[in-house]
C-alpha cells in the first residue's frame, strides 16, 4: 500500500511541474525505469532513493507520506509509521509528516550501539533540531565533530551532508525535527 502512495505522490508532483521521467531522473540521480517503477507502484523505493528523490524535488521526505489535512494530530509513540531505512541499527519513525500547510517534519531515531547513519544535504535553508532523549550521539557536520549528551538539543544547517553515529555500547534515543523554509512547495 506505501508503495502505490509513494507512486501517487511521486507522479502527481512531476506532472503539477510538467516534468517528464527523464528530467525527474536527471534532477534525482534516480534511473528513469526506477522512477517509472516506483510511480506505478510496482516497487518501492529505499530510504536513500526516497532521500534523493525529495532532495532533487526539493520536497520534505514525509511528502510522499502525508495525508495533506490540517486538523490537530495526537501521536501515540507506539503507533509510529517506520521508514525503512535499510539499516538493522538504525530505526527512522515519522512522527509528524510533512503537510503543505506546514514547513516542518518530525521524526524519533534510535541508533544502536556502533551504529551510523549518512544523511545527505537538504534543500537550502533547511534546518534540523535533534533532541537527545537517551544516550550520547556524535554528529559530524561538515568537518566538525558534535557530541550530543541525553538531554541535549542540537540545531544545525541541514543544508550540508551530515552524519549521525552513536560510538557507544547503548542504544541513542532522539527526535529529530526538520525545518524547511517556507516556499518549500513552489
Same mark, same amino acid.
Given at each position: 500500500?506505501?508503495?502505490?502512495?509513494?507512486?501517487?505522490?511521486?507522479?502527481?508532483?512531476?506532472?503539477?511541474? &510538467?516534468?517528464?521521467?527523464?528530467?525527474?531522473?536527471?534532477?534525482?540521480?534516480?534511473?528513469?525505469?526506477?522512477?517509472?517503477n516506483?510511480?506505478?507502484?510496482?516497487?518501492?523505493p529505499?530510504?536513500?532513493?526516497?532521500?534523493?528523490?525529495?532532495?532533487?524535488?526539493s520536497?520534505?521526505?514525509?511528502?510522499?507520506f502525508?495525508?495533506?489535512?490540517? $486538523?490537530?494530530?495526537?501521536?501515540?509513540?507506539?503507533?509510529? /509509521?517506520?521508514?525503512?531505512?535499510?539499516?538493522?541499527?538504525?530505526?527512522?519513525?515519522?512522527?509528524f509528516?510533512? #503537510?503543505? /500547510?506546514?514547513?516542518?517534519?518530525?521524526?524519533?531515531l534510535?541508533?544502536a550501539?556502533?551504529?551510523?547513519?549518512?544523511?545527505?544535504?537538504?534543500?537550502?535553508?533547511?534546518?534540523?533540531?535533534?533532541?537527545?532523549?537517551?544516550?550520547? #550521539?556524535?554528529?559530524?557536520? &561538515?568537518?566538525e565533530?558534535i557530541?550530543?549528551?541525553?538531554?541535549?538539543? #542540537?540545531?544545525?544547517?541541514a543544508?550540508? $551532508?551530515?552524519?549521525?553515529?552513536?560510538?557507544?555500547?547503548?542504544?541513542?534515543? &532522539?527526535?529529530?525535527?526538520m525545518?524547511?523554509?517556507?516556499?518549500?512547495?513552489?
Open positions: 500500500m506505501i508503495s502505490k502512495v509513494i507512486g501517487m505522490r511521486l507522479k502527481k508532483i512531476r506532472e503539477e511541474r &510538467g516534468y517528464s521521467l527523464e528530467k525527474v531522473s536527471e534532477l534525482t540521480g534516480v534511473s528513469k525505469p526506477s522512477i517509472n516506483i510511480e506505478r507502484g510496482l516497487t518501492s529505499s530510504i536513500d532513493s526516497l532521500w534523493k528523490i525529495a532532495t532533487g524535488l520536497v520534505p521526505i514525509s511528502y510522499f502525508s495525508e495533506f489535512k490540517t $486538523a490537530h494530530t495526537l501521536v501515540n509513540m507506539d503507533e509510529l /509509521t517506520k521508514i525503512d531505512s535499510k539499516d538493522e541499527l538504525v530505526s527512522i519513525s515519522s512522527i509528516s510533512w #503537510l503543505p /500547510t506546514d514547513n516542518f517534519e518530525c521524526f524519533y534510535e541508533l550501539a556502533n551504529a551510523n547513519r549518512v544523511s545527505q544535504a537538504h534543500v537550502k535553508g533547511s534546518k534540523e533540531l535533534i533532541f537527545i532523549l537517551e544516550g550520547q #550521539l556524535t554528529m559530524l557536520l &561538515g568537518e565533530r557530541v550530543c549528551k541525553e538531554n541535549a538539543c #542540537l540545531k544545525f544547517d543544508n550540508i $551532508a551530515h552524519t549521525y553515529f552513536n560510538e557507544t555500547d547503548a542504544k541513542v534515543r &532522539g527526535i529529530s525535527v525545518i524547511y523554509p517556507a516556499d518549500i512547495d513552489r
